[in-house]
């Protein structure tokens, strides 16, 4: 047999110093990323926002009796299910029958309904403070909370 006095291998050192530099590397880089990942702003999508406006304009205009609190918007469809939009930690869900969990909107901070002739204004504010407002309106003459 013979013997080679070139031969390259690694040996279980090369291995060892390998694992150690990636381990610092890796070590380096996870709190850079966590950095990173907690300086972007929580705020409101606007696509989210319209999105959400399109569909609830279309749900208003086919309620027959709307019941507005600061928090809770309730109403009555043609099929006499009750809906109802309300906010659930800093999301507004929508519920049907007191029950289900649709997520209509995302990074709410603070929500208010108010009361108007034949519908009603939505105010949100969203995480980082900014303001979207929005007015719906019923086709039909339906009282809302008896204006």
Request: proline share 3%; with cysteine.
């Amino acid at each position: 047999m013979r013997h080679l006095n070139n031969e390259m291998a690694f040996t279980l050192l090369e291995m060892l110093i390998a694992l150690a530099c990636s381990l610092v590397v890796f070590v380096l880089i996870v709190p850079v990323l966590h950095v990173m990942d907690s300086k972007r702003e929580v705020k409101l999508n606007p696509l989210e926002w319209e999105v959400f406006y399109q569909q609830t304009k279309l749900e208003v205009k086919e309620a027959k009796e709307i019941q507005v609190t600061d928090s809770v918007l309730t109403m009555k469809t043609l099929n006499d299910q009750l809906v109802s939009f309300e906010i659930y930690q800093d999301k507004l869900r929508r519920r049907v029958n007191g029950t289900g969990h649709e997520i209509l909107l995302q990074n709410i901070k603070s929500l208010i309904f108010t009361p108007k002739e034949n519908g009603f204004q939505l105010s949100v504010v969203d995480l980082s403070g900014k303001s979207y407002s929005k007015t719906f309106f019923t086709y039909s003459e339906i009282p809302v909370n008896g204006l």
